[in-house]
């Protein structure tokens, strides 16, 4: 069965300085990956997806993601924090036809 | 394009009484889905639809029941709600179900 794991609920990081959220997924069969932003009081937006292409995927809003197959991770990067990237994060897995969603790590960025 | 269309934002509910979550897009995707979101428990799938007149359970099912009469359109209703029931709910469609999805802006429903 394919699920994810975010390792950490929170992450704190200043104006600037980089944005690491992790995600593990396990996966029976080569996975499609996704991350997901959350605004305030609004729905998911996608960032970006991984479908056995290239490794390296970008996104939107100066995010990326590296897929390793060897550590079974999909961790989410973006080089500067700016103020606006305060927001809860989801990590994704495709299951069948639906996704399964990890817990989140909330994003907070400091001045 | 308004993409997926949630109705209403919100609402409160009093123990026992039911209602229907509409859920509406306009990009003619075979596959919707009911997800509810609860604080720092991520999302749970609730149905989810692979066309027209095809539905099935997800994750936590109970309580909820879902039709889909049309491609459009994918209401997801509440019997006798429980204060379990309190949460944002979510509807999103996709084209293939593993490309990813389009959500809606939720309804938050709290049950007294």
């Known amino acids: 069965a394919q699920s994810v794991t975010q390792l950490g609920s929170h992450v704190s990081v200043s104006e600037g300085a980089l944005v690491l959220l992790r995600c593990n997924y396990s996966?029976?069969?080569?996975?499609?990956l996704f991350w997901y932003v959350q605004y305030p009081n609004q729905g998911l937006q996608l960032l970006l997806k991984?479908?056995?292409?290239?490794?390296l995927v970008k996104g939107i809003n100066g995010f990326e993601a590296e897929f390793k197959k060897s550590e079974t991770s999909f961790h989410l990067t973006k080089p500067s924090a700016h103020m606006s990237d305060a927001a809860e994060y989801f990590c994704?897995?495709?299951?069948?036809?639906?996704?399964?969603f990890g817990k989140g790590t909330t994003l907070s960025v400091s001045s | 394009n308004a993409g997926v269309t949630q109705t209403p934002k919100f609402r409160i509910l009093k123990i026992g009484q039911s209602m229907t979550l509409q859920c509406t897009q306009d990009?003619?995707?075979?596959?919707m889905y009911w997800y509810r979101q609860d604080p720092g428990m991520g999302l749970k799938l609730i149905y989810y639809?692979?066309?027209?007149?095809?539905?099935d359970k997800g994750e936590v099912p109970n309580g909820y029941n879902v039709s889909r009469s049309t491609t459009e359109d994918f209401p997801l209703r509440l019997e006798l709600a429980a204060p379990s029931q309190t949460s944002v709910y979510f509807c999103?469609?996709?084209?293939?179900?593993?490309?990813?999805?389009?959500f809606g802006s939720g309804t938050r429903l709290t049950v007294v």
């Open positions: 999103a469609s996709s084209p293939t179900g593993i490309s990813g999805y389009t």
């Open positions: 996966s029976s069969v080569p996975p499609y």
């Open positions: 991984y479908t056995s292409a290239a490794t």
């Open positions: 994704a897995v495709a299951a069948g036809t639906a996704l399964i």
């Open positions: 990009m003619n995707h075979n596959y």
């Open positions: 639809s692979v066309g027209a007149g095809i539905t």
